[in-house]
């Protein structure tokens, strides 16, 4: 067992090494631990960032970092991960997971127009603990879909669990969602473990039989379906606004994504680019998610 564990260290460095996203994301899956170093005391932190690879530093930090704290740890040298690399780019990114700042320089326009989303919140905020401190609340948690893109959806909640510092199932009373959102739903509703491995079953065999039997309806229900479950729109505008109009707090968090994804993506690069613009993005909201850690 030892020797097989071992194995298994060394095809992680190796991976790392030679900045096989792929490779690094397959021993993630089978549960590699990320906390092996070599001779010299560097983690796999300090090896990807002597690589000046952006695209392998992100995968390490988005795989391991949150359970191994890799960009804390020194090496023999006293050296940190982020002293391995002379690209601002990666020393920016390393040091971003040790910080809820923004490491995107906005332009004074853009700069007001987001104090001033601030100070709204703030102030509707402010005003529903005035009306409402004092009554039991029953908080909503809506679950977006959209295939693997439910990635982000559990992205976002590492993310808020992490800041929250509780299990999110805890933290609201009501949760919907769509499609993949749904399906995230259910699994918070269960207490599913994260690390829990779950067979395929007779998905296939079920999906199929429905298929068959609501076809028609499904057709005749597409057009209103997805104008009932857009991401973005008429249906968050109103929502929001009916909020806002009673005083209740909305939060919305929905990270623009650099390049379209398809549901069914497979590429492991552009879906570690699309956590990554995620992770940036929760960042950037932390305001925001401090609040909710106050409902």
Same mark, same amino acid.
């Given at each position: 067992?030892?020797?097989?564990?071992?194995?298994?260290?060394?095809?992680?460095?190796?991976?790392?090494?030679?900045?096989?996203?792929?490779?690094?994301?397959?021993?993630?899956?089978?549960?590699?631990?990320?906390?092996?170093?070599?001779?010299?005391?560097?983690?796999?932190?300090?090896?990807?960032?002597?690589?000046?690879?952006?695209?392998?530093?992100?995968?390490?930090?988005?795989?391991?970092?949150?359970?191994?704290?890799?960009?804390?740890?020194?090496?023999?040298?006293?050296?940190?991960?982020?002293?391995?690399?002379?690209?601002?780019?990666?020393?920016?990114?390393?040091?971003?997971?040790?910080?809820?700042?923004?490491?995107?320089?906005?332009?004074?326009?853009?700069?007001?127009?987001?104090?001033?989303?601030? =100070? !709204? +919140?703030?102030?509707?905020?402010? &005003? #529903?603990?005035?009306?409402? @401190?004092?009554?039991?609340?029953? /908080? *909503?948690?809506?679950?977006?879909?959209?295939?693997?893109?439910?990635?982000?959806?559990?992205?976002?909640?590492?993310?808020?669990?992490? =800041? !929250? +510092?509780?299990?999110?199932?805890? &933290? #609201?009373?009501?949760?919907? @969602?769509?499609?993949?959102?749904? /399906? *995230?739903?259910?699994?918070?509703?269960?207490?599913?473990?994260?690390?829990?491995?779950?067979?395929?079953?007779?998905?296939?065999?079920?999906?199929?039989?429905?298929?068959?039997?609501?076809?028609?309806?499904?057709?005749?229900?597409?057009?209103?379906?997805?104008? *009932?479950?857009?991401?973005?729109?008429?249906?968050?505008?109103?929502?929001?606004?009916?909020?806002?109009?009673?005083?209740?707090?909305?939060?919305?968090?929905?990270?623009?994504?650099?390049?379209?994804?398809?549901?069914?993506?497979?590429?492991?690069?552009?879906? *570690?680019?699309?956590?990554?613009?995620?992770?940036?993005?929760?960042?950037?909201?932390?305001?925001?998610?401090?609040?909710?850690?106050?409902?």
């Amino acid at each position: 067992m030892l020797l097989v564990k071992e194995k298994m260290n060394e095809e992680l460095v190796r991976a790392v090494q030679q900045r096989n996203i792929k490779e690094l994301v397959r021993l993630y899956t089978l549960d590699v631990p990320g906390d092996t170093a070599d001779d010299n005391g560097n983690n796999i932190l300090h090896l990807a960032a002597k690589t000046n690879n952006a695209n392998i530093v992100k995968g390490v930090l988005l795989l391991f970092e949150r359970r191994y704290h890799l960009s804390k740890k020194k090496n023999m040298k006293g050296n940190l991960p982020q002293d391995e690399s002379f690209l601002p780019q990666i020393v920016d990114a390393i040091k971003l997971f040790n910080s809820n700042c923004s490491p995107v320089k906005k332009e004074d326009d853009v700069v007001l127009d987001f104090e001033a989303r601030i =100070n !709204l +919140k703030n102030t509707n905020f402010q &005003r #529903f603990e005035r009306d409402h @401190g004092h009554r039991k609340r029953s /908080i *909503l948690l809506s679950l977006d879909g959209g295939g693997i893109r439910g990635l982000v959806l559990v992205q976002m909640l590492m993310f808020l669990e992490e =800041n !929250l +510092k509780s299990y999110i199932w805890k &933290r #609201f009373q009501w949760v919907s @969602g769509t499609s993949t959102g749904a /399906i *995230l739903a259910l699994a918070l509703a269960k207490g599913e473990s994260p690390t829990k491995t779950v067979g395929e079953g007779r998905a296939h065999a079920i999906l199929k039989a429905v298929s068959k039997k609501g076809a028609c309806v499904s057709s005749m229900l597409t057009v209103g379906f997805r104008q *009932l479950t857009e991401a973005d729109g008429q249906p968050v505008d109103r929502a929001q606004a009916w909020c806002w109009s009673m005083n209740v707090p909305f939060f919305r968090f929905s990270p623009q994504l650099q390049q379209r994804i398809e549901i069914d993506e497979h590429q492991d690069a552009i879906l *570690l680019d699309m956590l990554w613009t995620t992770e940036v993005y929760m960042r950037t909201e932390i305001i925001e998610v401090e609040q909710v850690g106050v409902l």
